[in-house]
Structures are given as C-alpha cells and as structure tokens.
C-alpha cells in the first residue's frame, strides 16, 4: 500500500483562555477563571489573525484533507485557514487537547496549594505517564493518536493530511513519526514551547516519516501576525 507523503499538526491559534491562563499563571493565582468548558473556548482576535496566516501559507500548496479536534478554538482556526479552499474539514474526536481532570483550571501553584498529593505524585511520575483523576497521560493521548494515524494511512494513501490540534498533540505525533523514547520526547518538551498556529511536518522517503519543520511560525511573521507561545499552565515536570 503506498505511504502517507506528508504530515503536518498545526497548533491553534492563541484562544482567549491561553489569555486568561497566561494572566493567572503571571499573577500567582491558583484558579484560572475561564466560564466556558475547555471544549468551547474561542479564539481571540490575534487567534483569528494567525489563523488567517496558516491560510495563507498553506494556498502555496493546499493539503488533501484536514483532520480537525472538534474542540471550538481548533475548528475555527481551520475554517479561517482552509474553509474556502475547498479542502475537505473532517472533525475527529481523537484530536481533542489532553484531559486534565482534577487538575482542570488550577494553575501550578494551584496544583501545589489545592493538591499538594497530587503534586508529589506527577512530580514522580513524570509528564509521559502521570494520569491525574478524572484525566490523561500523554501515554493515554498516544493510544489514540496511534489509532487515528494507522485510519489517515489506510484512507490517504499518497496523500498530504494536515492536522489541526493543541500542543501535546504536536509532541505525540513527532514521537510517533520519529520513533522516539520516553527520554527523547522530554527532552524535546523541556526545551521547546509549541506556538499557536505553528507548522511542524513530516515527509515521506522510503519507509520513515522525516522531519520537515518544527514548531515553525515565519509564516506568521510574513503575514504580521505575531507568533505566541504559553507554558503549559499546570508547570509540569518533564
């Protein structure tokens, strides 16, 4: 069966609860004050701008399909890139942003005040395999991800599929198409803060998924959307 060519996974755009969250974690509050469910935050108006510039980018070329988490700030960050492009916008539930449970809208020092036992336990751990109640690891996240991946293979053979999910998603999918270790993701996620609507991507030669670009955002730059990153609020330990 021929191979899956290209793979990209583009962040969403800045959402107005990555600027709640952003404010909460600067001021050294414990709760982020966020009224809707995580599934139902908008972007912001920058959100939107970035959004505009993947759209941009991505008409030199245009993807065979989207696969899209049905989480609201992603799916609108793909009708602003590709909804008049006619590429076909498939929403799949295996895209949404890790769950968090019990640790949902607590900022670190949240975590630290309100749940100092869970705290010790993420703490030993670690990021891949720490499952708060109620939540997910990344491990949990990769389950899925390995299955939605094997369906992208089978249904576009030779085909260029662009993703468009949240920040673990980025991670998990460079581990899985790189064939990389527990100590080689954490490494790449100390160091690295995925941007919202970043272009990270994955060519085909011979039998391995190679890397293409990660994390890029000159896109955004060219169009003069200015790039922004956040820190995962929570402060995991990685």
């Known amino acids: 069966m021929e191979e899956l060519q290209w793979l990209a996974v583009i962040r969403h755009g800045q959402s107005t609860g990555n600027v709640t969250a952003q404010a909460a974690e600067a001021g050294g509050a414990e709760v982020i004050e966020i009224p809707e469910r995580d599934a139902d935050v908008p972007l912001s108006d920058l959100g939107r701008e970035q959004a505009r510039a993947v759209g941009e980018h991505l008409a030199e070329r245009p993807p065979d399909v989207a696969i899209v988490s049905p989480y609201l700030r992603t799916r609108q960050t793909a009708e602003l890139a590709l909804g008049d492009k006619g590429v076909p916008l498939v929403v799949d539930e295996r895209l949404r942003d890790r769950e968090l449970g019990i640790l949902d809208l607590l900022t670190g020092?949240?975590?630290?005040?309100?749940?100092?036992d869970e705290?010790?336990?993420r703490s030993?751990?670690?990021?891949?395999?720490?499952?708060p109640p109620g939540g997910e690891s990344w491990a949990d996240v990769l389950l899925r991800l390995r299955a939605l991946l094997r369906e992208v293979r089978e249904d576009h053979p030779g085909g260029r599929v662009v993703f468009f999910a949240h920040e673990a998603t980025v991670m998990l999918v460079r581990y899985l198409a790189e064939r990389l270790d527990e100590q080689a993701l954490m490494a790449i996620a100390h160091r690295t803060t995925i941007a919202n609507c970043s272009i990270s991507s994955w060519r085909r030669e011979g039998d391995l998924l190679v890397p293409e670009a990660f994390n890029a955002v000159e896109h955004?730059?060219?169009e003069g959307a200015p790039p922004t990153k956040q820190e995962d609020v929570n402060a995991e330990p990685v």
């Open 124 to 131: 030993r751990l670690g990021k891949f395999y720490y499952r």
């Open 220 to 222: 955004l730059h060219r």
């Open 109 to 116: 020092r949240g975590v630290q005040a309100r749940l100092p």
């Open 119 to 121: 705290a010790r336990r």
